[in-house]
Protein backbone atom coordinates (compact mmCIF):
# COMPACT_ATOMS: atom_id res chain seq x y z
CA UNK A 1 0.00 0.00 0.00
CA UNK A 2 2.53 2.56 1.14
CA UNK A 3 6.35 2.23 -0.37
CA UNK A 4 9.11 4.23 1.25
CA UNK A 5 12.43 3.70 -0.72
CA UNK A 6 15.32 5.02 0.35
CA UNK A 7 14.38 8.28 0.37
CA UNK A 8 16.63 11.37 1.87
CA UNK A 9 15.29 15.03 2.61
CA UNK A 10 17.36 18.17 3.48
CA UNK A 11 16.16 21.42 4.88
CA UNK A 12 18.80 23.77 3.12
CA UNK A 13 21.82 22.02 4.38
CA UNK A 14 20.43 20.14 7.43
CA UNK A 15 19.77 16.48 6.34
CA UNK A 16 16.30 15.56 8.28
CA UNK A 17 15.89 12.10 6.46
CA UNK A 18 18.65 9.75 5.75
CA UNK A 19 17.95 7.01 3.33
CA UNK A 20 14.65 5.77 4.80
CA UNK A 21 13.23 2.48 3.58
CA UNK A 22 10.06 0.99 5.02
CA UNK A 23 6.44 -0.07 3.82
CA UNK A 24 3.11 -0.62 4.69
CA UNK A 25 0.56 -2.99 3.65
CA UNK A 26 -2.68 -3.06 3.37
CA UNK A 27 -4.92 -3.49 6.64
CA UNK A 28 -1.46 -3.48 8.47
CA UNK A 29 -0.82 -0.96 11.03
CA UNK A 30 2.55 0.40 11.63
CA UNK A 31 3.66 2.79 14.24
CA UNK A 32 6.30 5.44 14.18
CA UNK A 33 8.53 6.10 16.90
CA UNK A 34 11.34 7.89 18.39
CA UNK A 35 12.65 11.02 20.19
CA UNK A 36 11.58 14.20 18.77
CA UNK A 37 13.63 15.54 16.44
CA UNK A 38 14.40 12.41 15.03
CA UNK A 39 12.40 13.19 11.68
CA UNK A 40 9.25 10.60 11.86
CA UNK A 41 7.07 13.74 11.33
CA UNK A 42 8.59 14.93 8.56
CA UNK A 43 8.69 11.43 7.24
CA UNK A 44 5.12 11.10 7.38
CA UNK A 45 4.47 14.14 5.80
CA UNK A 46 6.11 12.74 2.81
CA UNK A 47 4.16 9.96 2.25
CA UNK A 48 1.02 12.14 1.10
CA UNK A 49 3.49 14.67 -0.75
CA UNK A 50 3.09 17.63 2.14
CA UNK A 51 6.75 17.78 2.57
CA UNK A 52 8.66 17.41 -0.85
CA UNK A 53 11.40 14.94 -0.86
CA UNK A 54 14.85 15.88 -2.46
CA UNK A 55 15.98 11.60 -2.90
CA UNK A 56 14.16 8.49 -3.34
CA UNK A 57 10.38 7.56 -4.27
CA UNK A 58 7.20 6.83 -2.42
CA UNK A 59 4.98 4.93 -4.03
CA UNK A 60 1.06 4.81 -2.50
CA UNK A 61 -1.33 2.64 -4.17
CA UNK A 62 0.88 2.06 -7.27
CA UNK A 63 0.83 6.12 -7.85
CA UNK A 64 4.58 7.44 -7.14
CA UNK A 65 3.96 10.60 -4.95
CA UNK A 66 7.42 12.09 -5.97
CA UNK A 67 7.12 11.45 -9.57
CA UNK A 68 6.23 15.08 -11.56
CA UNK A 69 3.18 13.75 -13.65
CA UNK A 70 1.47 12.28 -10.56
CA UNK A 71 -2.10 14.29 -9.77
CA UNK A 72 -1.20 14.25 -5.90
CA UNK A 73 -4.24 16.15 -4.95
CA UNK A 74 -6.13 13.29 -6.81
CA UNK A 75 -4.16 10.66 -4.61
CA UNK A 76 -4.10 13.03 -1.56
CA UNK A 77 -8.28 12.76 -1.75
CA UNK A 78 -7.55 9.12 -0.89
CA UNK A 79 -5.01 9.49 1.93
CA UNK A 80 -6.37 10.28 4.93
CA UNK A 81 -3.99 12.53 7.75
CA UNK A 82 -4.90 13.73 11.31
CA UNK A 83 -2.44 16.42 12.31
CA UNK A 84 -1.08 17.11 16.01
CA UNK A 85 -2.69 20.21 16.25
CA UNK A 86 -5.74 18.79 14.39
CA UNK A 87 -6.04 22.09 12.10
CA UNK A 88 -10.10 21.79 11.91
CA UNK A 89 -11.10 24.85 10.43
CA UNK A 90 -12.12 27.27 13.13
CA UNK A 91 -14.53 29.97 10.64
CA UNK A 92 -16.68 26.88 9.85
CA UNK A 93 -18.89 24.27 11.88
CA UNK A 94 -18.07 21.01 12.17
CA UNK A 95 -20.77 20.10 9.53
CA UNK A 96 -19.25 22.13 6.99
CA UNK A 97 -15.64 21.16 7.87
CA UNK A 98 -16.96 17.29 7.26
CA UNK A 99 -18.36 18.36 4.12
CA UNK A 100 -16.11 20.74 2.58
CA UNK A 101 -13.86 18.30 0.69
CA UNK A 102 -16.72 15.53 -0.22
CA UNK A 103 -18.58 18.23 -1.85
CA UNK A 104 -15.62 19.79 -3.65
CA UNK A 105 -13.25 16.98 -4.27
CA UNK A 106 -15.69 14.17 -4.25
CA UNK A 107 -18.64 16.27 -6.06
CA UNK A 108 -20.84 14.49 -3.33
CA UNK A 109 -24.51 16.11 -3.17
CA UNK A 110 -25.04 18.47 0.42
CA UNK A 111 -27.20 15.88 1.27
CA UNK A 112 -25.34 12.81 0.48
CA UNK A 113 -21.94 14.64 2.02
CA UNK A 114 -24.08 15.43 5.31
CA UNK A 115 -25.61 12.04 5.89
CA UNK A 116 -21.67 10.33 5.38
CA UNK A 117 -20.87 13.56 7.87
CA UNK A 118 -23.73 12.58 10.21
CA UNK A 119 -22.57 8.87 9.89
CA UNK A 120 -18.90 8.94 11.22
CA UNK A 121 -19.72 11.72 13.86
CA UNK A 122 -22.02 9.25 15.19
CA UNK A 123 -19.17 6.59 15.10
CA UNK A 124 -16.25 8.55 17.25
CA UNK A 125 -19.29 10.09 19.28
CA UNK A 126 -19.96 13.20 18.45
CA UNK A 127 -23.37 14.15 16.60
CA UNK A 128 -25.36 15.96 18.90
CA UNK A 129 -21.86 18.51 17.98
CA UNK A 130 -22.40 18.80 14.63
CA UNK A 131 -23.27 22.57 14.42
CA UNK A 132 -21.00 23.61 16.62
CA UNK A 133 -17.77 25.59 15.82
CA UNK A 134 -14.28 23.91 16.64
CA UNK A 135 -13.31 26.72 19.09
CA UNK A 136 -16.58 24.89 21.08
CA UNK A 137 -14.93 21.85 21.62
CA UNK A 138 -12.69 20.22 23.72
CA UNK A 139 -9.40 19.05 22.48
CA UNK A 140 -10.00 15.60 22.32
CA UNK A 141 -13.07 16.20 20.72
CA UNK A 142 -11.68 18.20 18.01
CA UNK A 143 -9.09 15.43 17.28
CA UNK A 144 -11.99 13.10 16.87
CA UNK A 145 -13.92 15.56 14.58
CA UNK A 146 -10.51 15.43 12.93
CA UNK A 147 -10.25 11.71 12.42
CA UNK A 148 -14.19 11.78 11.25
CA UNK A 149 -13.00 14.37 8.45
CA UNK A 150 -10.70 12.08 7.17
CA UNK A 151 -12.57 8.80 7.14
CA UNK A 152 -15.46 10.36 5.25
CA UNK A 153 -13.38 10.73 2.27
CA UNK A 154 -13.33 6.95 2.06
CA UNK A 155 -9.63 6.79 2.46
CA UNK A 156 -7.65 3.60 1.60
CA UNK A 157 -4.81 4.92 4.40
CA UNK A 158 -5.02 6.62 7.22
CA UNK A 159 -1.86 8.70 7.94
CA UNK A 160 -1.98 10.27 11.83
CA UNK A 161 0.74 12.43 12.53
CA UNK A 162 0.99 13.04 16.40
CA UNK A 163 -2.93 12.88 17.15
CA UNK A 164 -2.42 12.97 21.16
CA UNK A 165 0.43 14.67 21.85
CA UNK A 166 -1.28 17.71 21.81
CA UNK A 167 -4.31 16.50 23.74
CA UNK A 168 -4.40 16.84 27.98
CA UNK A 169 -4.38 13.38 29.52
CA UNK A 170 -7.94 12.89 30.13
CA UNK A 171 -8.87 13.33 26.94
CA UNK A 172 -5.93 11.14 25.11
CA UNK A 173 -8.03 8.03 25.55
CA UNK A 174 -10.98 8.82 23.77
CA UNK A 175 -8.84 10.00 20.97
CA UNK A 176 -6.53 6.51 21.11
CA UNK A 177 -10.11 4.20 21.25
CA UNK A 178 -11.35 5.81 18.31
CA UNK A 179 -7.82 4.69 16.47
CA UNK A 180 -7.76 1.28 18.20
CA UNK A 181 -11.43 0.62 16.71
CA UNK A 182 -10.31 1.70 13.28
CA UNK A 183 -7.28 -0.45 13.27
CA UNK A 184 -9.65 -3.38 14.54
CA UNK A 185 -11.77 -2.43 11.73
CA UNK A 186 -9.12 -3.13 8.88
CA UNK A 187 -7.80 0.42 7.97
CA UNK A 188 -4.38 0.39 6.98
CA UNK A 189 -2.74 3.16 9.54
CA UNK A 190 0.88 4.89 9.80
CA UNK A 191 0.95 6.24 13.37
CA UNK A 192 3.35 8.47 14.49
CA UNK A 193 3.18 8.34 18.55
CA UNK A 194 4.79 8.12 21.78
CA UNK A 195 1.90 6.07 23.15
CA UNK A 196 3.42 2.46 23.42
CA UNK A 197 0.30 0.91 24.94
CA UNK A 198 -1.43 1.97 21.70
CA UNK A 199 1.25 0.52 19.95
CA UNK A 200 1.58 -2.78 21.81
CA UNK A 201 -2.26 -3.36 21.46
CA UNK A 202 -2.81 -2.58 17.64
CA UNK A 203 0.65 -2.36 15.99
CA UNK A 204 1.57 -5.04 13.60
CA UNK A 205 5.06 -3.51 13.47
CA UNK A 206 6.62 -0.75 14.84
CA UNK A 207 8.93 1.81 13.04
CA UNK A 208 11.87 3.39 15.43
CA UNK A 209 13.68 6.35 14.12
CA UNK A 210 16.64 8.51 15.49
CA UNK A 211 18.53 11.54 14.06
CA UNK A 212 16.60 11.16 10.33
CA UNK A 213 17.15 7.27 9.67
CA UNK A 214 15.01 4.59 10.62
CA UNK A 215 17.20 2.82 13.02
CA UNK A 216 14.67 -0.53 13.60
CA UNK A 217 11.85 -1.54 11.82
CA UNK A 218 10.27 -4.85 13.53
CA UNK A 219 7.29 -6.78 14.53
CA UNK A 220 5.93 -5.03 17.84
CA UNK A 221 6.26 -8.36 19.98
CA UNK A 222 9.85 -8.33 18.54
CA UNK A 223 10.35 -4.05 19.02
CA UNK A 224 9.02 -4.51 22.68
CA UNK A 225 10.88 -7.45 23.30
CA UNK A 226 13.89 -7.30 22.40
CA UNK A 227 15.18 -4.40 20.85
CA UNK A 228 18.41 -4.70 18.82
CA UNK A 229 19.68 -1.35 18.97
CA UNK A 230 21.09 0.75 22.23
CA UNK A 231 19.38 3.96 20.99
CA UNK A 232 15.96 1.87 20.90
CA UNK A 233 16.41 0.30 24.47
CA UNK A 234 17.69 3.70 25.22
CA UNK A 235 14.55 5.13 24.27
CA UNK A 236 11.91 2.72 25.66
CA UNK A 237 13.55 2.73 29.41
CA UNK A 238 12.75 6.46 29.29
CA UNK A 239 9.55 5.96 27.89
CA UNK A 240 8.57 2.73 29.15
CA UNK A 241 9.90 3.50 32.59
CA UNK A 242 6.42 5.71 34.16
CA UNK B 1 -17.03 84.30 12.61
CA UNK B 2 -20.32 86.48 13.17
CA UNK B 3 -21.37 86.63 9.71
CA UNK B 4 -20.84 83.13 9.25
CA UNK B 5 -23.48 82.57 6.69
CA UNK B 6 -25.17 78.75 6.99
CA UNK B 7 -27.58 79.82 4.19
CA UNK B 8 -24.59 79.41 1.66
CA UNK B 9 -24.04 75.63 2.84
CA UNK B 10 -27.95 75.14 3.39
CA UNK B 11 -28.63 76.38 -0.76
CA UNK B 12 -25.51 74.60 -2.05
CA UNK B 13 -26.48 71.24 -0.43
CA UNK B 14 -27.87 69.31 -3.91
CA UNK B 15 -24.31 70.20 -5.35
CA UNK B 16 -22.48 69.45 -2.59
CA UNK B 17 -24.52 66.07 -2.23
CA UNK B 18 -23.56 65.15 -5.76
CA UNK B 19 -19.74 65.65 -5.43
CA UNK B 20 -19.92 63.44 -1.75
CA UNK B 21 -21.72 60.59 -3.79
CA UNK B 22 -18.84 61.08 -6.49
CA UNK B 23 -16.23 60.49 -3.86
CA UNK B 24 -17.93 57.55 -1.90
CA UNK B 25 -18.61 55.87 -5.24
CA UNK B 26 -15.09 56.00 -6.05
CA UNK B 27 -14.20 54.90 -2.59
CA UNK B 28 -16.73 52.31 -2.93
CA UNK B 29 -15.47 50.85 -6.17
CA UNK B 30 -11.63 51.82 -5.41
CA UNK B 31 -11.82 49.30 -2.24
CA UNK B 32 -13.30 46.19 -4.10
CA UNK B 33 -11.35 46.27 -6.99
CA UNK B 34 -8.10 47.23 -4.73
CA UNK B 35 -8.62 44.61 -2.57
CA UNK B 36 -9.66 41.84 -5.64
CA UNK B 37 -6.21 43.14 -7.40
CA UNK B 38 -4.45 42.95 -3.94
CA UNK B 39 -5.49 39.79 -3.29
CA UNK B 40 -3.87 38.55 -6.24
CA UNK B 41 -0.54 40.41 -5.65
CA UNK B 42 -0.11 38.95 -2.42
CA UNK B 43 -0.96 35.68 -3.60
CA UNK B 44 1.53 35.96 -6.62
CA UNK B 45 4.16 37.35 -4.01
CA UNK B 46 3.47 34.02 -1.62
CA UNK B 47 3.34 31.62 -4.98
CA UNK B 48 6.60 30.21 -4.24
CA UNK B 49 7.10 30.94 -8.10
CA UNK B 50 9.86 33.28 -8.18
CA UNK B 51 9.31 35.38 -11.49
CA UNK B 52 5.68 35.55 -10.40
CA UNK B 53 6.68 36.41 -7.09
CA UNK B 54 9.32 38.84 -8.37
CA UNK B 55 7.46 40.58 -10.66
CA UNK B 56 4.40 41.34 -7.80
CA UNK B 57 6.92 42.85 -5.30
CA UNK B 58 8.74 44.78 -8.35
CA UNK B 59 5.21 46.44 -8.94
CA UNK B 60 4.09 46.93 -4.95
CA UNK B 61 7.53 48.40 -4.18
CA UNK B 62 7.14 50.85 -7.37
CA UNK B 63 3.60 51.92 -6.54
CA UNK B 64 4.54 52.47 -2.63
CA UNK B 65 7.29 55.01 -3.88
CA UNK B 66 5.44 57.19 -5.88
CA UNK B 67 2.80 59.45 -5.08
CA UNK B 68 -0.84 58.90 -5.70
CA UNK B 69 -1.11 62.13 -7.62
CA UNK B 70 1.58 61.20 -10.27
CA UNK B 71 -0.44 57.91 -10.58
CA UNK B 72 -3.74 59.37 -10.92
CA UNK B 73 -1.75 61.97 -13.04
CA UNK B 74 -0.36 58.61 -15.62
CA UNK B 75 -3.35 57.21 -15.68
CA UNK B 76 -5.05 60.04 -16.94
CA UNK B 77 -2.63 60.46 -19.65
CA UNK B 78 -1.91 56.68 -20.07
CA UNK B 79 -4.81 54.88 -20.46
CA UNK B 80 -6.19 56.85 -23.68
CA UNK B 81 -3.29 56.28 -25.39
CA UNK B 82 -3.00 52.34 -24.97
CA UNK B 83 -6.83 51.90 -25.47
CA UNK B 84 -6.47 54.83 -28.40
CA UNK B 85 -9.54 56.00 -27.23
CA UNK B 86 -10.58 58.58 -24.13
CA UNK B 87 -12.53 56.85 -20.85
CA UNK B 88 -13.05 60.09 -19.02
CA UNK B 89 -11.81 61.42 -16.26
CA UNK B 90 -14.04 59.11 -13.77
CA UNK B 91 -12.48 55.99 -15.38
CA UNK B 92 -9.12 56.85 -15.44
CA UNK B 93 -9.40 58.04 -12.01
CA UNK B 94 -10.70 54.92 -10.83
CA UNK B 95 -8.27 52.75 -12.86
CA UNK B 96 -5.75 54.86 -11.04
CA UNK B 97 -7.05 54.43 -7.21
CA UNK B 98 -7.40 50.68 -8.02
CA UNK B 99 -3.80 50.15 -9.24
CA UNK B 100 -2.39 51.96 -6.53
CA UNK B 101 -4.37 50.89 -3.87
CA UNK B 102 -3.91 46.93 -4.59
CA UNK B 103 -0.31 47.65 -3.51
CA UNK B 104 -0.90 48.97 -0.44
CA UNK B 105 -3.91 46.11 0.18
CA UNK B 106 -1.51 43.71 -1.27
CA UNK B 107 1.02 43.76 1.85
CA UNK B 108 -2.30 44.00 4.52
CA UNK B 109 -3.44 40.78 2.64
CA UNK B 110 -0.17 39.21 2.86
CA UNK B 111 0.76 39.54 6.53
CA UNK B 112 -3.08 38.43 7.00
CA UNK B 113 -2.64 35.35 5.13
CA UNK B 114 0.79 34.62 6.66
CA UNK B 115 -1.25 34.68 9.70
CA UNK B 116 -2.95 31.87 9.48
CA UNK B 117 -1.51 28.85 10.67
CA UNK B 118 0.68 26.45 8.05
CA UNK B 119 -0.78 23.56 9.68
CA UNK B 120 -4.53 24.92 7.69
CA UNK B 121 -3.02 24.59 4.04
CA UNK B 122 -1.50 21.09 5.09
CA UNK B 123 -5.30 20.38 6.57
CA UNK B 124 -6.42 21.19 2.93
CA UNK B 125 -4.66 19.60 1.17
CA UNK B 126 -4.90 16.27 2.89
CA UNK B 127 -8.19 15.92 2.04
CA UNK B 128 -7.84 16.45 -1.74
CA UNK B 129 -8.72 20.33 -2.12
CA UNK B 130 -6.32 21.89 -5.14
CA UNK B 131 -4.71 25.19 -4.71
CA UNK B 132 -7.78 27.78 -5.21
CA UNK B 133 -10.23 25.96 -3.73
CA UNK B 134 -8.00 26.27 -0.17
CA UNK B 135 -7.36 29.78 -0.84
CA UNK B 136 -10.74 30.18 -1.50
CA UNK B 137 -12.88 28.31 1.61
CA UNK B 138 -10.15 27.89 4.13
CA UNK B 139 -7.14 30.48 4.03
CA UNK B 140 -8.51 33.81 2.70
CA UNK B 141 -11.79 33.19 4.42
CA UNK B 142 -10.10 33.45 8.04
CA UNK B 143 -7.05 35.65 6.53
CA UNK B 144 -9.95 38.36 5.82
CA UNK B 145 -11.67 37.73 9.30
CA UNK B 146 -8.58 39.00 11.15
CA UNK B 147 -8.07 41.86 8.48
CA UNK B 148 -11.25 43.12 8.45
CA UNK B 149 -10.53 46.46 10.50
CA UNK B 150 -7.15 47.51 9.15
CA UNK B 151 -9.15 47.31 5.92
CA UNK B 152 -11.24 49.66 6.96
CA UNK B 153 -8.91 51.66 7.90
CA UNK B 154 -7.15 51.56 4.57
CA UNK B 155 -10.92 52.75 3.39
CA UNK B 156 -10.82 55.50 5.54
CA UNK B 157 -7.33 56.89 4.32
CA UNK B 158 -8.48 55.77 0.21
CA UNK B 159 -11.67 58.63 1.31
CA UNK B 160 -9.70 61.32 1.80
CA UNK B 161 -7.47 60.61 -0.64
CA UNK B 162 -10.29 60.91 -3.10
CA UNK B 163 -10.06 64.49 -2.80
CA UNK B 164 -6.94 64.88 -5.22
CA UNK B 165 -9.46 63.71 -7.88
CA UNK B 166 -9.44 67.70 -8.56
CA UNK B 167 -6.64 67.68 -10.93
CA UNK B 168 -8.34 65.96 -13.92
CA UNK B 169 -11.33 68.17 -13.34
CA UNK B 170 -13.42 65.30 -11.48
CA UNK B 171 -16.19 66.79 -9.24
CA UNK B 172 -16.00 65.58 -6.16
CA UNK B 173 -17.02 67.06 -2.70
CA UNK B 174 -13.97 68.64 -1.99
CA UNK B 175 -13.88 70.71 -5.33
CA UNK B 176 -17.76 71.05 -4.65
CA UNK B 177 -16.71 72.53 -1.64
CA UNK B 178 -13.91 74.47 -3.02
CA UNK B 179 -16.60 75.48 -6.37
CA UNK B 180 -18.66 77.09 -4.14
CA UNK B 181 -16.48 78.75 -1.57
CA UNK B 182 -14.99 80.72 -4.64
CA UNK B 183 -18.12 81.42 -6.92
CA UNK B 184 -20.22 82.96 -3.56
CA UNK B 185 -17.04 84.08 -1.98
CA UNK B 186 -17.65 82.12 1.34
CA UNK B 187 -14.58 80.16 1.97
CA UNK B 188 -14.83 80.38 5.66
CA UNK B 189 -17.99 78.36 5.43
CA UNK B 190 -17.40 76.08 2.94
CA UNK B 191 -13.96 74.57 4.16
CA UNK B 192 -15.30 74.61 7.63
CA UNK B 193 -17.92 72.49 6.44
CA UNK B 194 -16.16 70.74 4.31
CA UNK B 195 -13.91 69.29 7.09
CA UNK B 196 -17.06 68.95 9.00
CA UNK B 197 -18.36 66.22 6.62
CA UNK B 198 -14.87 64.75 5.97
CA UNK B 199 -14.46 64.52 10.05
CA UNK B 200 -17.99 63.04 10.87
CA UNK B 201 -17.94 60.04 8.23
CA UNK B 202 -13.93 59.15 8.91
CA UNK B 203 -14.80 59.50 12.59
CA UNK B 204 -17.60 56.99 12.58
CA UNK B 205 -15.55 54.79 10.06
CA UNK B 206 -13.05 54.81 13.02
CA UNK B 207 -15.18 54.24 15.68
CA UNK B 208 -16.79 51.08 13.64
CA UNK B 209 -13.30 49.97 13.26
CA UNK B 210 -12.91 50.13 17.41
CA UNK B 211 -15.74 48.17 17.90
CA UNK B 212 -14.72 45.36 15.32
CA UNK B 213 -11.69 45.04 17.22
CA UNK B 214 -13.21 44.52 20.68
CA UNK B 215 -15.49 42.61 19.03
CA UNK B 216 -13.08 40.44 17.96
CA UNK B 217 -11.12 40.53 20.92
CA UNK B 218 -13.26 39.34 23.26
Redesign the interface.
Known amino acids: MIDIKNISKWYGSFKVLSDCSSHVDQKEVVVVCGPSGSGKSTLI?CV?G?EPIQQGNIIVDGADVTAKGTNL??L??????V?Q?F?????MTVRNNLC??QE???KRSCDEAVSRAELFLDRVGLSEHIDKHPGQLSGGQQQRVAIA??LV?DPIVM?FDEPTSALDPEMINEVLDVMVELAEDGMTMMVVTHEMGFAKKVADRVIFMDEGSIVEDRSTEEFFGNPESDRAKDFLSKILNH | MTDFDFNVIWMSLPFLWEGLQLSLWLTFLAVIGGIVLGTLLALARLSGIVPLALVAAGYVNLIRSVPLILVIFWFYFLVPLVLGRPVGSFYSALIAFVLFEAAYYSEIIRAGIQSVARGQKFAGQSTGLNYWQIQRYVILPQAFRNMIPILVTQGIILFQDTSLVFVVSLRDFMTASSIVARTEGRLVEMYVFAAIVYFVICFTGSMLVRRMKDRMAT
Open positions: KNLTERARIGMFHELYPHLAKVLRSML
